[in-house]
């Protein structure tokens, strides 16, 4: 038996065999989140098991086969509110449906809970799954609990329950209109 390749795994027989894997991908293979501003602090890993759905737990996906995957990593982004740079912990789990076509898997219930369709790349693409779920796990607005504060002290955005110190042009008009 040959020792699993993660950038060219053998999925079908990682599920017939009802394994797991485990492993990490270097920062620098994920290229879209590099471009998307998204700096990995370290590896990320990961754990992939599979198998195949027994017809009592499933009927309507007897004897396909499955994968479940674990990811973790730790990265920084910036702040929506203040564009400097933030960190954040991600981890994530989710089970996949395998089918052998693209049809199979539009066929698939839409709104299941237990797992997503997939369908079988050869070779199968274990980064780019792993790169796609860190995407969808990313808050598409994130922001420090608290802004870090200028080199005066002060806030770089007004606190919600703090009032702004603003200047009104128009409120003469206003003390006018009065009288």
């Known amino acids: 038996m040959s020792a699993f390749d993660p950038m060219q795994p053998d999925i079908t027989s990682l599920c017939q065999r009802g394994a797991s894997v485990a492993g990490e991908f270097s ?3 994920f290229l879209r989140l590099l471009a998307d501003e998204v700096r990995l602090l370290g590896a990320v890993t990961w754990q992939l098991s599979g198998g195949v759905i027994p017809r009592h737990e499933r009927p309507d996906y007897a004897d396909k086969t499955f994968l479940s995957l674990e990811w973790q990593a730790s990265l920084s982004l910036p702040c929506a509110r203040c564009l400097q740079s ?3 912990e991600l981890k994530g789990q989710q089970r996949y449906v395998l089918f052998d ?3 199979e898997a539009d066929a698939a219930p839409m709104e299941d809970d237990d797992y997503d369709a997939l369908v079988k790349q050869t070779p199968f693409d274990l980064l780019g799954l792993i790169e ?11 922001r420090h609990e608290v802004c ?6 002060q806030p770089l955005m007004p606190q919600a329950n703090q009032p702004a110190n603003t200047h009104r042009p128009f409120e003469g008009l206003t003390k006018m209109r009065k009288h």
Do not use: G, K, V
């Open 27 to 29: 920062a620098d293979r």
């Open 86 to 88: 933030m960190n954040a």
């Open 101 to 103: 076509t693209e049809q």
């Open 132 to 142: 796609d779920e860190i995407l969808l796990a990313l808050d598409p607005a994130p």
């Open 148 to 153: 870090p504060t200028t080199a005066s002290n």
